[in-house]
């Protein structure tokens, strides 16, 4: 079985400041990481994935995660977020297959003027 | 290019009521699924299917039946809705199901049970 927690439900951040949203794991087995984004109204869209290889992974919209294996962490930064990037972001975690892509319980960013 | 397409955007039922969720996609994918989105849950699984005339189900398929008699649709059918099925449902797709193909998502059919 597997699980994903997203620390925050709500982080409200200045324009032009810098974000970072958590998100931390477990499973019994090797993962696969997402993160996936929903503008209101919307249905999610994927912001960027790791499957292997590095660990930090660039995503659309100049986001970027880092897969941390020993504190079982896949958090997400951006150095400076706009208006537009005000959404709910899930995390979500995949043991094998799609049908086994497990979601977070997302965190709405709030970017404020 | 339409992408995944869901109808209604809204619907309102009684307890009791049945209705069909729409759900076609354009891409010629062979992965389809159907999701619930609740305050504070996340997404939870609800039906998926691997191909035409294969489905299985989900982590709360209870209340809910799927078909998928095409590559391109695959309805979700509530036979008799109840309160605890008011919520946000999304179909999303893949070309196979596999981790490396992301899920394409429709914006979503929001379900009101009275």
């Known amino acids: 079985a597997q699980s994903v927690t997203q620390l925050d439900s709500q982080v409200p951040v200045f324009e032009e400041a810098p974000v970072e949203l958590r998100c931390n794991y477990s499973s019994s087995v090797s993962v696969y990481l997402f993160w996936y984004v929903q503008y209101p109204n919307q249905g999610l869209q994927l912001l960027l994935k790791?499957?292997?290889?590095?660990?930090l992974v660039k995503g659309i919209n100049g986001f970027e995660a880092e897969f941390n294996k020993s504190q079982t962490s896949f958090h997400l930064r951006k150095p400076s977020v706009h208006i537009s990037d005000t959404a709910e972001y899930f995390c979500a975690v995949s043991a094998g297959s799609a049908r086994q892509l497990t979601f977070g319980s997302g965190t709405q960013l709030t970017v404020l003027p | 290019n339409a992408g995944v397409t869901q109808t209604p955007k809204f619907q309102v039922l009684k307890t009791g009521q049945s209705m069909t969720l729409q759900c076609a996609q354009d891409?010629?994918?062979?992965?389809m699924s159907w999701y619930r989105q609740d305050p504070g849950m996340g997404l939870r699984l609800i039906h998926y299917?691997?191909?035409?005339?294969?489905?299985d189900q989900g982590e709360v398929p209870n209340g809910y039946n799927v078909s998928r008699s095409t590559t391109e649709d695959f309805p979700l059918r509530l036979l008799s809705a109840a309160p605890s099925q008011t919520s946000v449902y999304f179909c999303?797709?893949?070309?196979?199901?596999?981790?490396?193909?992301?899920?394409?998502f429709g914006n979503g059919t929001r379900l009101t049970v009275t």
């Open positions: 299917s691997v191909g035409a005339g294969i489905t």
């Open positions: 790791y499957l292997s290889g590095s660990t």
């Open positions: 999303a797709s893949s070309p196979t199901g596999g981790d490396n193909s992301p899920l394409h």
């Open positions: 891409m010629n994918h062979e992965y």
